[in-house]
């Protein structure tokens, strides 16, 4: 059975720094792409950062230079490191696997919801004073 359980939320002051973990197994071989989302209250589930097996790595616009993600291939692990958090950035934080999408004989990861069909259950983030 494949899961993705993620770990690491909780609640931090504006500024402050978390890191989340997201442990896979299951799987035969890992996936591709593998990427954090997150939900906030009302709204709708956002990509926030890829990174496909060898190491390429994109953010969305209002994370980028303050989140780091990474991989561990051998232990099947993916981490999100953030930095100068802001009380824009509580939600809850998915971590998603999938193949991507292949174009022109190469694969692309991207921060689609559709191209990701596995799922953790989540992890509240809550940056409040």
């Known amino acids: 059975e494949v899961q993705l359980v993620e770990s690491g939320g909780g609640l931090v002051q504006p500024g402050g720094s978390l890191t989340l973990s997201c442990a896979a197994s299951?799987?035969?071989?890992?996936?591709?792409?593998m990427a954090w989302f997150r939900q906030a209250p009302g709204k709708e589930r956002e990509g926030v950062a890829v990174?496909?097996?060898?190491?390429?790595?994109n953010y969305a616009p209002s994370v980028k230079d303050r989140f780091s993600i990474a991989r561990d291939n051998a232990e099947n692990t993916l981490y999100l490191e953030m930095n100068t958090l802001r009380p824009e950035d509580t939600a809850i934080y998915y971590c998603a696997a999938g193949e991507g999408r292949k174009m022109f004989n190469k694969r692309y990861c991207f921060l689609a919801f559709g191209d990701y069909n596995y799922w953790g259950q989540g992890t509240q983030v809550t940056v409040s004073s």
């Open positions: 990174v496909n097996r060898d190491g390429w790595a």
């Open positions: 299951g799987f035969t071989n890992s996936r591709y792409c």
